[in-house]
C-alpha cells in the first residue's frame, strides 16, 4: 500500500465546474479509479482505469491522470453532486485510497 | 445484475474475531478475473483497504492488518469471508465488500456495508 493526497475540501458554486485532484508516486504507472459517496452510502464508482465513466454515470463527470496527479473533474456541478470523493489505486503491495474530498456546492 | 451482501455479527467483544460474510448474487464467484475485496470505514472518516482475495485464490493485505486478517474464498456457497482477529475498539466500523476487476476492464460493485461495533 502507498499513500495518495488529497485536498479535504474544495467548494463550488452550481454551473462551475469542481476539480479534484489525487497525487501519489504510484500513479505513473498505475491506474486511478474515482468513488463518490454521500451520506449513509456505500461508494459508487464514478471513474475507473483513469478516465472510464460506468454507465449510468453523468457525462459531467470525467477523470484524466498526468504523471503523479489524477483529477476528477465535475463540469456544471448540480447540487445533488455535494458529496465525498476518494480517489484509489493499486500496486504490487495493494490497494490504497486517498484521503477524500469533501465537495461542497455552494 | 451483480449483486453483493455483506452479514454477520453487528456485535463483537474486544479481543474476540469478527468474522463477516461477503454473497454474490447474480453470478459466480468462481469464474472471471476479479479481486474480492474487503474495506472498511470508521465512522466519519475515509476509506481504509483490508485486503482481497483473488478468484484463483491468491490474498494481499493491508501491512497494518495483514497479522489479524483471513480471508477466504467459498466457491460452494458462492461468497468469501473476513476474519479480523483480536479485535478493539478502533475496529468499529462500517464493513463493505467489493469485486473489482484484476485487468481494470470494468467498474467495481460494492456491497452496501454492514457496520460492527466492538464493544463489551
Known amino acids: 500500500s502507498y499513500e495518495l493526497t488529497q485536498p479535504p475540501s474544495v467548494s463550488v458554486s452550481p454551473g462551475q465546474t469542481a476539480r479534484i485532484t489525487c497525487s501519489g508516486d504510484?500513479?505513473?504507472?498505475?491506474?486511478a479509479y474515482w468513488y463518490q459517496q454521500k451520506p449513509g452510502q456505500a461508494p459508487v464508482v464514478v471513474i475507473y482505469?483513469?478516465?472510464e465513466r460506468p454507465s449510468g454515470i453523468p457525462e459531467r463527470f470525467s477523470g484524466s491522470s498526468s504523471g503523479t496527479i489524477a483529477t476528477l473533474t465535475i463540469s456544471g456541478v448540480q447540487a445533488e453532486d455535494e458529496a465525498d470523493y476518494y480517489c484509489?489505486?493499486?500496486?504490487?503491495?495493494?490497494?490504497?485510497f486517498g484521503g477524500g474530498t469533501k465537495l461542497t456546492v455552494l | 445484475q451483480v449483486q453483493l451482501q455483506e452479514s454477520g455479527p453487528r456485535l463483537v467483544k474486544p479481543s474476540q474475531t469478527l468474522s463477516l460474510t461477503c454473497t454474490l448474487s447474480?453470478?459466480?464467484?468462481?469464474?472471471?478475473?476479479?479481486?474480492w475485496n474487503w474495506i472498511r470505514q470508521p465512522a466519519g472518516k475515509g476509506l481504509e483497504w483490508i485486503g482481497h482475495?483473488?478468484?484463483?485464490?491468491?490474498?494481499n493485505c493491508n501491512p497494518s492488518l495483514k497479522s489479524r486478517v483471513t480471508i477466504l474464498l467459498d466457491t460452494s456457497k458462492n461468497h468469501f469471508s473476513l476474519s479480523l482477529s483480536s479485535v478493539t475498539a478502533a475496529d468499529t466500523a462500517v464493513y463493505f465488500c467489493?469485486?473489482?476487476?484484476?485487468?481494470?476492464?470494468?467498474?467495481?460493485?460494492w456491497g452496501q456495508g454492514t457496520t460492527v461495533t466492538v464493544s463489551s
Open positions: 482475495i483473488s478468484t484463483s485464490g491468491s490474498t
Open positions: 484509489r489505486s493499486a500496486d504490487g503491495g495493494g490497494t490504497s
Open positions: 482505469k483513469d478516465y
Open positions: 467489493a469485486r473489482v476487476h484484476a485487468n481494470y476492464n470494468g467498474p467495481d460493485v
Open positions: 447474480g453470478g459466480s464467484i468462481s469464474s472471471g478475473n476479479y479481486y
Open positions: 504510484a500513479l505513473p504507472k498505475q491506474y
